[in-house]
């Protein structure tokens, strides 16, 4: 049996972030919370699959910007049409279309900014079978 695999990161921007995710990624919200001991969130993802983002927020706690420029979401999208439609959808939901930091991502690909710094890269193709 495969695990579920929940990437979970701090923002300022609960609400907003969580939009922009959901319509920028196509995911639903699976989920969320509020005020569980001071903390608040949201779970996005695609229903049925075995991963998902969750963002929270804490009540007086500033949670900041991405560390680095290279803090990457990588979403690999094959099919020519729906990534044409997702860069489209990334846009439109907020996020700002950027440089990669490293120059890798700019060949298949395109790396989006959120509300906090954090990048998302939609890249062209299938995931590798083997790395």
């Excluded at 990334?90 to 060949?107: I, K, L, Q, R, S």
Aim: glycine share 12%; hydrophobic share 40%; proline share 6%.
């Amino acid at each position: 049996m495969t695990p579920t695999f929940r990437i979970a990161r701090p923002t300022d921007h609960l609400e907003p972030l969580s939009e922009m995710y959901a319509a920028g990624l196509g995911m639903a919200r699976l989920g969320g919370f509020t005020d569980h001991d001071g903390f608040s969130g949201t779970m996005l993802g695609y229903p049925g699959a075995p991963y998902h983002l969750e963002f929270t927020a804490k009540d007086g706690h500033v949670a900041g910007r991405a560390p680095t420029e290279d803090n990457l979401l990588v979403l690999y999208v094959e099919d020519e049409g729906e990534y044409a439609l997702r860069c489209d959808a990334m846009v439109a939901a907020g996020f700002t279309h950027v440089a990669a930091f490293n120059p890798y991502w700019d060949h298949a690909g395109r790396t989006y900014e959120d509300l906090d710094g954090y990048r998302v890269v939609i890249q062209h193709g299938a995931w590798p079978e083997r790395i």
